[in-house]
């Protein structure tokens, strides 16, 4: 038995909002949440997510560190230009 005035108030049908609508309804203590991300729109959970290589890091260090191969080198050269 939880003591009383201590806790505070339980709200079971909490509604979240993202962007203004409502995305899902949630247990809190608070009877509305406003999000900016959740999982329906992160790129994570989506699948969306890129990575994005767009200056070459990988074949920058590769190549500076002598990791690189002459066929790599080749790849990383034609794309260059």
């Known amino acids: 038995m939880p003591k009383s005035d201590i806790h505070p108030t339980w709200y ?3 509604k979240v909002y ?3 609508k409502l995305v899902m309804t949630v247990g809190s203590t608070q009877p509305e949440l406003s999000v ?3 999982s329906g ?3 994570f959970y989506t699948g969306t997510q890129k990575i994005i290589d767009t ?3 990988v074949e920058r260090f590769l190549r500076k560190y002598g990791m ?3 066929s790599q080198e080749q790849k990383g ?3 260059e230009q």
């Open 55 to 57: 200056e070459g890091r």
């Open 77 to 79: 050269d034609a794309a």
């Open 18 to 20: 993202c962007n203004g």
């Open 12 to 14: 079971p049908d909490a």
């Open 36 to 38: 900016d991300v959740w």
């Open 41 to 43: 729109n992160h790129p």
């Open 68 to 70: 690189m191969d002459s």
